[in-house]
């Protein structure tokens, strides 16, 4: 299976030229931008359809308040596309699981506590699961908005993974982190679509393949 990862397009999904071919299309959060403005679900969600895949899986992410504030409304709108919050689906024999939850920074949704906080979400991945998609990054791993700069990713994220080791860990919400890294046991992508500047610049603006 090949999958296409995208994530932070922030309302802009439309200024994407050419995704490459694929089995399916993953968005890892914060495809709304303030978070309050239900048009911009419309339009991701119709952009969502005009894309030629098989099968699409959507994360919210700390800007997409409203699928916090309403979910009752927020996601029936989201018709073209498997949403994942705290849930997994297995399509075509591949596992996935998805949550929108990152650490507390300033007043945005889906956000807990630094600390064991972190673990009533963490907790409920599954063990060998294929494709993990979190909004945020673990600690220490293509986590910081430029080099030098401190990791921002989440610690009990990364002992989940270093736990459950999934094969594929997908993310993105610090933009400057986008990237891939990979381990003996996990291939890790953030698949940040604008840089911090919010410019769909490289190598934020470069759209991720995974070949599982």
């Known amino acids: 299976m090949r999958l296409v990862v995208i994530s932070d397009t922030h309302g802009l999904h439309n200024r994407i030229q050419g995704l490459p071919e694929g089995d399916l299309l993953v968005h890892a959060g914060d495809f709304m931008n303030s ?3 239900v048009e911009d679900i419309f339009s991701f969600n119709t952009w969502l359809g005009e894309q030629s895949f098989p099968h699409r899986v959507v994360c919210a992410g700390n800007h997409d308040r409203y699928f916090q504030m309403a979910p009752e409304m927020a996601r029936p709108l989201l018709t073209n596309a498997i949403y994942l919050e705290n849930s997994g689906i297995s399509i075509d024999g591949v596992s996935f699981w998805g949550s929108p939850y ?3 920074f300033l007043n945005w949704a889906f956000m807990y506590p630094r600390g064991s906080a972190a673990n009533r979400y963490w907790d409920q991945i599954p063990h060998g699961l294929d494709v993990l998609i979190t909004h945020g990054p673990p600690f220490g791993i293509l986590d910081q908005t430029a080099p030098g700069e401190p990791h921002l990713g989440c610690e009990e994220l990364l ?3 270093e736990e459950k080791k ?3 860990h997908l993310f993105g919400h610090i ?3 986008a990237g891939l890294f990979e381990n003996e046991a996990t291939r890790f992508v953030n698949a940040a679509y604008l840089n ?3 410019k769909p610049l490289a190598p934020a603006g470069q759209i991720r393949v995974v070949d599982l």
Do not use: I, L, N, S
Request: hydrophobic content about 20%.
């Open 102 to 104: 990152t650490p507390e």
């Open 196 to 198: 911090e500047r919010y």
């Open 166 to 168: 999934p094969k594929v």
């Open 159 to 161: 002992k989940a993974v």
């Open 175 to 177: 933009h400057g982190g």
């Open 35 to 37: 978070g309050f403005d």
